[in-house]
């Protein structure tokens, strides 16, 4: 059997009855930036993560750095974040030209470790960027009650968790402001690239659409310092078609990792939790292995393969050399890295495929 790591035509041939006519009159109209589409689906997104305010931007990475601009996190303050996930976060803080400051991770959720954010506050300490990494919530109750008695701001990373839930209350409308990716792999993907900012602050979401557009209220009257970050029709279009099929989706992907989870059971592998208070949505499914190199290299020459992610922390990635980190500084990040498997996760993964992983990797010899 050969199964593919993802595979996005699959969903694409399941909606393509719907999202062809919605792409011919979207380009038909004659509208393709900002406009209807994106209006609604703003107002879509802002209802389903129980927001008030929903404002379409380019991507999940602008949408970090235009919500750290609106909270105007700038030179000489400090962002903390983690240095197990995708570098967007980081990229937005050094954007502002903020100093980023890393925190390390809980092994078993892959999420920062509030514990160590209290070591790392300092009176620059501006905001925090919890990611919700791989689909569950970070421990918010924890990060809220070292940021609210100091007036730190919390900017939700919600790329990989669009749909999870924490005490009952969807990810992005925790914080100050909630940001998402539709980048295609993602649980909601777009056929291209898009992201969300979502507050329940209007004065906020004022700036936010300003800061999107240029830093305009009027046209060519600039008040702002912005950026060109508008979300296009035809994204916002296509992403109106699939949000309302996500909580399907999601559950789907809460199937397959349960199927993993009892296919594994007495394995010497560790499995990841979902903490308590959060319900998990699974965008990645990852175990951690000793001979994780060894173990990647039997999956895929029986037909899985897999994607190591994150293979280097932040910290010590070349182009944050000048921060001064070094070997050591963020063990469990570290540890998780040289370990973590990331498996086949998306809803149209089979159970029979899905079997297949699980009878490969009970095949390797711990
Ligand atoms: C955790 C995280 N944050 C931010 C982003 C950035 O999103 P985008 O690719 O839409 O810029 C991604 C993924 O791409 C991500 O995984």
């Known amino acids: ?54 404002i379409g931007v380019n991507s999940g990475s602008d949408a970090l750095t235009l919500a750290l601009r609106a909270l105007d ?46 070591r790392k506050l300092t009176p620059k300490t501006k905001a925090i960027i919890p990611i919700h990494l791989f689909g569950q919530a970070a421990p918010l109750k924890e990060l809220f009650a070292l940021t609210q008695p100091r007036g730190i701001h919390v900017v939700e990373d919600c790329a990989q968790a669009i749909g999870a839930t924490h005490e009952g ?25 898009g992201g969300m900012v979502v507050t329940d602050d209007e004065a906020l979401a004022k700036k936010l659409r300003m800061l999107r557009v240029h830093g305009i209220e009027r046209r060519y009257y600039h008040d702002l310092h912005g950026y060109n970050s508008r979300l296009d029709e035809l994204q916002a279009a296509i992403l109106r078609v699939k ?21 594994f059971a007495g394995l010497p592998v ?17 175990l951690l292995a000793d001979r994780r190199d060894e173990l990647q290299q039997f999956l895929d020459e029986r037909g899985v393969p897999t994607l190591i ?26 540890s998780v890295s040289k370990r973590i498997l990331p498996l086949p996760m998306y809803p149209e993964l089979t159970d029979e495929q899905a079997d297949y992983v699980v009878s490969v990797i009970r095949q390797f010899a711990f």
């Open 1 to 54: 059997m050969n199964i593919p790591f993802l595979n996005l035509a699959a969903q694409y041939a399941s909606l393509e009855h719907e999202l062809l006519p919605v792409v011919t009159q979207t380009l038909a109209k004659g509208h393709y930036v900002l406009g209807p589409n994106v209006d609604a689906f703003e107002k879509e997104v802002a209802a389903f993560t129980q927001t008030r305010f929903g």
């Open 73 to 118: 996190i700038g030179p000489g303050d400090e962002v903390i974040t983690s240095p197990f996930t995708y570098i967007a976060p980081a990229e937005a803080i050094h954007q502002t030209g903020a100093r980023i400051v890393f925190a390390d991770i809980h092994s078993q959720t892959f999420n920062i470790n509030p514990a160590d954010v209290a």
């Open 169 to 193: 209350k969807p990810v992005g409308g925790h914080g100050q402001i909630g940001c998402f990716s539709f980048y295609p792999t993602k649980n909601l993907g777009a056929n291209g690239d």
């Open 243 to 263: 949000l309302p099929r996500l909580n399907g989706w999601n559950a789907r992907r809460a199937q397959i990792a349960e199927r993993y989870r009892a296919g």
């Open 270 to 286: 560790e499995l990841p939790i979902t903490a308590t208070g959060n319900s998990h949505v699974f965008h990645v499914f990852a």
């Open 309 to 334: 992610y994150y293979p280097q922390p932040l910290h010590l990635q070349k182009v944050y050399a000048d921060l001064g980190y070094k070997v050591g500084d963020f063990p469990v990040a570290e």
